[in-house]
């Protein structure tokens, strides 16, 4: 077969055996050797490629926690604060008034009427959030000046929580006896009692799911999006990333197949079958992930089990130890009871899956770590590499848990720019702030560390990522916890060989070494000689995927 030689300014390995380097050859799609031109020249008959020859190539990068939605999220409409660029490189301005957003509601209205569209047509946007906007929540007042008539979904940020207006609590069957939990209601008022259009955790949002059908996070996937996603993660450097809520569906195992097996979708997607609040029995779960595997190729990885305990911090639906909230709010929802949590982990911990658990809140952290140690000392097993993800508010001494009984953790560090301020003034205040996604810790530990971006809740860039968890400031200019920034390399590090670890790949991806997957990241400049604060800025030209080389838009 032929070899291909690669040059470049520089390649970082991520391997300590062999750092840097400034040619690599491919064959088969794998990496057959890393070091000079005259040393590799010696595996005979080559082609050198020099089209990387003013670039730096890194391990191609490792999303460890996102959802495919991200590229096809941008079919609805955007509602969020921050600026944010789509598939197709266009920035969509944010929102920084809840008039704002309610102007922008009702022009979409508007605009849906002047095309015909019935009134009776939802409207479904995405990406809002209130805790910016000074503790004012959004209610059915505020939506229904954008329209009384026409059914309004807005999915918020976090995938935890939406707001609908009358019409659609209208339609939902939603009203003052409903008692499912995370219906919020008035307190106070002329409209005491009644809904005020807030929904929180699956629960209550599904029941304007089944009326509408699938929005936000849990809008059904398409192969189009799924492409999206693929041009989106060439613009960031992604070779390798999570589709961590799935249902696994007949449906969505043919969607995914077919956009992958197609030769301009360069991403690799590993989908985790989703397993929290109950609703699967464990034990058909874990035989339905097991049969998957059969199917896995290189571009799709089944295997991944998701697990859930609680909400969103920012939601104030996370599950918080003592003293709480710092604003009083009362304590999260629990998306998983613990009891059914430990009793489906260990099925599916029994029938050698990877388990990935969201916990957000630190009570929810604990109560995972209880019961996974209970687990273990029940069924122990060797190198099983389950993973807290998020873990936001782990501190020392649970970190130090986690490494006793090999638990992994990717932490969300794109909350301490997104919702640093925030958490410091509303949620877990100054002192809990200050150990936000603890990295240092975490490493200190001895825990394996990747870190995230769970797009799109915030937007994909591991780059941007490795710059949060480096530099730990906030819009406001505050840093978080100057003793939980580490360094540079630690941050390329867990968003290549990291992630890879808690995935189970790094035999094969995650470091440019003799006989991975031939993987690249190709960068405009060296992260490791720049200005650190520079990081979040350096510019990616695209990506090699075993061997393929994919340029991404305006690269």
Not at 203 to 223: E, N, W, Y
Not at 319 to 332: C, E, H, I, Q, S
């Amino acid at each position: 077969m032929p070899i291909t030689i690669y040059a470049a300014r520089n390649i970082i390995t991520m391997n300590p055996m062999q750092p840097q380097a400034t040619h690599v050859a491919v064959r088969d799609g794998r990496i057959l050797g890393v070091g000079d031109l005259a040393t590799l020249a010696q595996w005979g008959q080559h082609t050198l490629d020099t089209r990387f020859a003013d670039q730096v190539l890194m391990p191609g990068l490792v999303e460890g926690h996102c959802h495919l939605k991200e590229g096809s999220m941008w079919d609805m409409h955007y509602l969020g604060w921050f600026d944010r660029r789509d598939p197709q490189g266009k920035v969509w301005s944010g929102l920084r008034s809840m008039e704002a957003v309610v102007n922008r509601l009702a022009a979409i209205d508007a605009q849906m009427r002047a095309e015909g569209k019935s009134a009776t047509e939802p409207l479904i946007a995405w990406g809002f959030d209130p805790i910016y906007f000074g503790g004012e929540r959004m209610t059915v007042e505020h939506l229904d000046r954008a329209s009384s008539a026409r059914p309004i979904v807005i999915a918020h940020a976090n995938g935890h929580l939406m707001n609908v207006n009358s019409a659609m609590l209208t339609l939902a069957g939603v009203d003052a006896d409903n008692e499912v939990e995370g219906v919020v209601k008035f307190a106070h008022g002329p409209l005491a009692g009644q809904p005020t259009g807030e929904l929180q955790e699956p629960a209550a949002m599904f029941l304007v799911i089944r009326k509408v059908g699938d929005a936000g996070l849990l809008s059904p996937m398409t192969v189009q999006g799924v492409k999206s996603f693929a041009a989106l993660a060439c613009m960031q450097g992604v070779t390798t990333a999570t589709d961590l809520v799935n249902k696994l569906t007949d449906a969505d195992c043919q969607t995914l197949e077919a956009a992958l097996v197609q030769d301009d979708c360069g991403v690799r997607i590993l989908p985790a079958f989703q397993a929290f609040h109950g609703t699967h029995g464990a034990a058909l779960g874990a035989a339905h992930v097991q049969q998957l595997m059969a199917r896995n190729t290189d571009r799709l990885r089944y295997g991944l089990v998701k697990m859930m305990l609680d909400g969103s911090i920012q939601g104030f639906s996370a599950r918080l130890r003592w003293p709480g909230y710092f604003n009083g709010a009362p304590n999260g929802i629990w998306v998983t009871a613990p009891a059914q949590y430990e009793a489906d982990f260990e099925t599916y911990h029994r029938a050698g899956l990877l388990i990935h658990t969201h916990t957000n809140g630190d009570e929810a952290s604990e109560v995972a770590i209880d019961a996974i140690e209970r687990v273990l000392t029940k069924a122990p097993r060797a190198d099983h590499r389950h993973t807290l993800q998020h873990a936001q508010m782990v501190d020392a001494p649970l970190f130090r848990r986690m490494a006793a009984l090999g638990l992994c953790a990717n932490l969300f560090a794109n909350h301490l720019w997104y919702w640093g301020d925030q958490h410091y003034e509303a949620t877990m205040g100054p002192d809990r702030a200050n150990r936000l996604d603890g990295c240092a810790s975490a490493l200190a530990a001895g825990v394996h560390l990747a870190i995230h971006s769970d797009a799109p809740v915030t937007p994909l860039g591991p780059l941007f990522t490795a710059w949060c968890a480096v530099h730990r400031i906030t819009p406001q200019g505050r840093v978080l916890g100057e003793g939980e920034r580490i360094s540079v390399a630690q941050a390329l590090h867990a968003i290549t060989l990291g992630a890879a670890w808690t995935l189970k790949l790094d035999h094969e991806i995650g470091s440019i070494e003799c006989g991975k997957r031939a993987d690249f990241c190709v960068l405009a400049e060296d992260p490791l000689a720049i200005d650190p604060m520079r990081l979040k800025d350096v510019a990616v030209w695209g990506t090699v995927l075993s061997g393929r080389v994919f340029q991404a838009r305006g690269g």
